[in-house]
């Protein structure tokens, strides 16, 4: 459907201001259901429909999801999805519309128990080899993941110069998937992955140079909670191994770069989708990223998935206007 080719966008406003760095954007939100998934989904299901599969389960914070029933409709295959209860209804209207069948679990991507018994229960039901199981990650659906690569591809013919790439974290997959390309293509590019401080997953095995650990999830960033081991030890390796770094970043920090990408680059995008942005703030200000230097910000999600966090960002919303008032109106915005 279109998937992949995203446009790489110049920072207008926030790069300028960011100790002489050149900052751009990889618009993934610009995929046909609104995310990277798109390219992940679209390897996956080839792959599945191959092998004759007609039937699916999925877990999904809500992207796979959107993704999956979509490309499920186009290719008259059943899906069924298991989902977090407080996911946001963005994410979860595209997978009504589009025909799947909902599990809204209650601690499933906040809890590490609640969610690796899910994991158990559908891993069971697919190896009856009656349904396909579909997680974005290595360790479910490599062959969809090989799908995810091809962002580091087009920024390579983007990009050729890139110093360093910013990556947002979750289970790791993502991160692992583009840091994995870059280092084959351009080893000189540093990936770096950027994950919630309420979900430290990759973080403090990378901190605390251990294992990776389960925790319960505090982040409210859709998307970044991933409380156990999907890929996360894969990225911790790819991060030892490629030179990146690992950055924490608050709540509160992704929100005002989301605030920052809708009100001074004009890109329309949920949290998780600027995520990368406030890492790469971290980044800078530790001296990690040297003026002059270029970073790319994956910007991974559209902002209509996630709309209550957008309106987060809005002091007064408009209020009706009788007609009579409107130079009135304007002249008082005007002054
Ligand atoms: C918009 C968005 N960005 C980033 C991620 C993180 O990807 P991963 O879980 O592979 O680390 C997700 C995962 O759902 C996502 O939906």
């Keep these: 459907m279109g998937e992949g080719g995203t446009p790489l966008v110049e920072s207008l406003r926030i790069g300028p201001k960011l100790s002489g760095v050149r900052l751009a954007f990889k618009l993934e939100l610009s995929n046909p ?62 997978m009504e519309a589009h025909g799947a069948r909902l599990l809204r679990v209650p601690g499933f991507a906040s809890s590490a128990e609640v969610t690796e018994a899910v994991f158990a229960d559908l891993r069971e039901l697919a190896a009856g080899g009656r349904a396909a199981l ?45 840091s994995a390309e870059m280092r084959r293509i351009r080893p000189g590019t540093r990936v770096h992955a950027v994950q919630p401080n309420g979900c430290p997953t990759v973080l403090n095995a990378v901190r605390l140079s251990k294992t990776v650990e389960s925790v319960e999830s505090a982040t ?6 991933v409380p156990f081991d999907i890929d996360a030890s894969l990225a911790v390796r790819l991060l030892r191994e490629g030179g990146g770094e690992a950055f924490g970043v608050d709540d509160g920090e992704v ?81």
């Design 255 to 335: 929100f005002a770069a989301q605030r920052e990408m809708l009100r001074e680059e004009g890109i329309y995008c949920e949290p998780a989708g600027a995520a990368a942005l406030a890492g790469a703030r971290r980044a800078v200000a530790q001296g990690v990223v040297k003026p002059g230097e270029q970073c790319v910000c994956l910007v991974t999600g559209h902002g209509s998935k996630d709309t209550d966090s957008i309106r987060r960002h809005i002091a007064a919303p408009g209020a009706p206007v009788e007609p009579g008032g409107v130079k009135r109106a304007l002249a008082e915005w005007m002054s």
């Design 220 to 225: 409210r960033i859709s998307g970044l909670s």
């Design 33 to 94: 259901t609104g995310s990277y998934k798109d390219r992940f989904i679209a390897a996956e299901l080839e792959h599945l429909l191959a092998r004759g599969v007609r039937l699916c389960v999925a877990t999904s914070s809500g992207n796979t999801g959107s993704s999956l029933a979509a490309y499920c409709a186009r290719h008259a295959v059943a899906c069924a999805i298991v989902v977090n209860a407080d996911a946001p209804a963005g994410k979860l209207l595209p």
């Design 134 to 178: 579909v997680v974005s990650a290595f360790r479910f659906c490599p062959v969809g993941m090989e799908g995810v690569k091809t962002i580091a591809r087009e920024l390579q013919a983007q990009a050729p110069g890139v110093d360093h790439v910013f990556v947002p974290v979750g289970g790791g997959g993502l991160f692992a998937a583009v």
